[in-house]
Structure formats: C-alpha cells, structure tokens
T-cell receptor, first 112, second 112 residues
C-alpha cells in the first residue's frame, strides 16, 4: 500500500528564517511526486511536479527536491504570506491511473 | 481555481437526506475526480472518471454515487447522508499529458 508521510506536522518560523519540509514515500514505482499549497478554506493549489531522483524545481522562495525515498520543500527567507498548509502527494506507477495518495500536510506559520 | 467550479460552497443536511454536489470545468480536461478532506487525514479519493461515460471507485466510495454524461460535469450524489460524511469535498481535473491535478474551491458539508 502506498504511504506518504510528511514532517513536521507544524512548523513556526520567523520571517527570513529558512527551513525545509519533508515528504517521505513508499510506492512500488514512483510515477510522480506533487507539492500543493492549501490556504484555509481553499482548495489545494498546485506548486510542483517531480518525476525522478535528483530533479529540482523552483518557484520564488520555494525549491522542491527529490530522492528515491523522499522529497524536500525548501523555503528560503520566508514571508508571512508563505503561511499555509503544504501537501505532498504521489502517483504510483504500479497503481491505478490518476490515483493520488496524499500526506497529511505540514502547517507552516511565518511570523513577521 | 484552474477552471473548476463547485456548488454549493456550504451545505447542512440531516441524516438520511440526499443531495448532489456539483462540479463543472471549462478546461476540457478528460480526467475528473472527487476527494474528501477530514481533519488529521490526507485527501482521500472517492470516485474518478477518465472521460464521459467512464467512472471508477477510489479509496472511499461507499455512500457515494457518480456519473459522467458530459466532459464538463461530474456530480457527486449522496443518496442517504450520514454524519460520517461530514467533510470538505474537493473536485479535481487533470489530463494524461501532465499527470497534474487541479482542484476546485471545495464544498463544506455538515450532516447532523
């Protein structure tokens, strides 16, 4: 069974204090790993897709990296507007098409 | 929300009542799905469709029915609502070419 574990569950940072969120996964074969951002009362907003170990994607203060067992979402010099829940999800190449397995998310709070 | 609309935004039902959650898209994506999101749990797939006339079950299908007669619409039906169906429901769309799924704004459902 596919498993996705995100850590920490919650993270508080001061503005400008860089850190990383972790997503570890267990799949028979990784077809893709996805990062989403979710604001309170809103739907998940797509950030990145990673397909193979060693791949990196960047967007503003966010950079996502991928290894064979985990992915990191690095946040550089965060601002209060980066506060949100960050979700990680995977597609298993051995599973049903289009079935994303999600982690429980990391709630990030950035204080001014 | 990436061309996905969901109605209603909020709904309160009594146990045993029926209702339909609506999902519509204007992106002509072949794939549509329904997820539910509960506190302390990741998003879980209820049902999905890879095209008009084709639907399949996800991880938690019991108590829910779907049909897809057009590319644009994918309604989710609760035939006899139960308190365990209290949740936030998200519709997502996607294409086979990118694997990425884009989420709607959600419907918050409370069953008393």
């Amino acid at each position: 069974e596919d498993q996705v574990t995100q850590s920490p569950e919650a993270l508080r940072l001061q503005e400008g204090e860089s850190s990383s969120l972790n997503c570890s996964y267990t799949v028979s074969g990784l077809r893709g790993l996805f990062w989403y951002r979710q604001d309170p009362g809103k739907g998940p907003e797509f950030l990145f897709t990673l397909y193979s170990a060693g791949e990196e994607k960047e967007k503003e203060r966010l950079k996502a990296t991928l290894t064979k067992k985990e992915s990191f979402l690095h946040i550089t010099a965060p601002k209060p507007e980066d506060s949100a829940t960050y979700l990680c999800a995977v597609y298993d190449s051995g599973g049903s098409n289009y079935k994303l397995t999600f982690g429980k998310g990391t709630l990030l709070t950035v204080n001014p | 929300n990436a061309g996905v609309t969901q109605t209603p935004k909020f709904q309160v039902l009594k146990t045993g009542q029926s209702m339909t959650l609506q999902c519509a898209q204007d992106m002509n994506h072949e794939y549509m799905s329904w997820y539910r999101q509960d506190p302390g749990m990741g998003l879980r797939l209820i049902h999905y469709s890879v095209g008009a006339g084709i639907t399949d079950q996800g991880e938690v299908p019991n108590g829910y029915n779907v049909s897809r007669s057009t590319t644009e619409d994918f309604p989710l039906r609760l035939l006899s609502a139960a308190p365990s169906q209290t949740s936030v429901y998200f519709c997502a769309i996607g294409t086979a070419s990118t694997d990425t799924q884009y989420f709607g704004p959600g419907t918050r459902l409370t069953v008393l």
